[in-house]
């Protein structure tokens, strides 16, 4: 069993900056592939970014090119979301997960391809 807590949510102005943090249990989480997710009312949760085992290779979705950047710290179990250049579109519940299966570290954008998830943390962008 994977526990996974985000935390760095909150309200900011278009053209801010946040960074969320997402903290994983478990003894072997460098071999977790991590992922970033979003989901804004009335729409489908969407592929944010995600990472490989040690951050040799990372992947985004388009919203996220150019502004956000994933990283993690596999000493403190912790992925990372830093997020530039905010948009009140960038409005959403962002989720991260973890994918415990993949044999080869490789990056899935798909919700079906991760085994566990956080509970969520609230990013509001205000115009």
């Known amino acids: 069993q994977v526990q996974l807590v985000e935390s760095g949510g909150g309200l900011v102005q278009a053209g801010g900056s946040l960074r969320l943090s997402c903290a994983a249990s478990?003894?072997?989480?460098?071999?977790?592939?991590m992922g970033w997710f979003r989901q804004a009312p009335g729409k489908e949760r969407e592929f944010v970014a995600g990472?490989?085992?040690?951050?040799?290779?990372?992947y985004y979705g388009d919203p996220a090119k150019g502004r956000f950047t994933i990283s993690r710290d596999n000493a403190k179990n912790t992925v990372y979301l830093q997020m530039n250049s905010l948009k009140p579109e960038d409005t959403a519940i962002y989720y991260c997960?973890?994918?415990?299966?993949?044999?080869?570290?490789?990056?899935?954008?798909?919700?079906?391809?991760?085994?566990?998830w956080g509970q969520g943390t609230q990013v509001t962008v205000s115009s």
């Open positions: 990472i490989s085992w040690r951050g040799g290779s990372t």
């Open positions: 997960a973890a994918d415990l299966s993949d044999l080869f570290g490789v990056v899935k954008t798909s919700t079906g391809g991760y085994d566990y």
């Open positions: 478990g003894r072997t989480f460098s071999s977790y592939v």
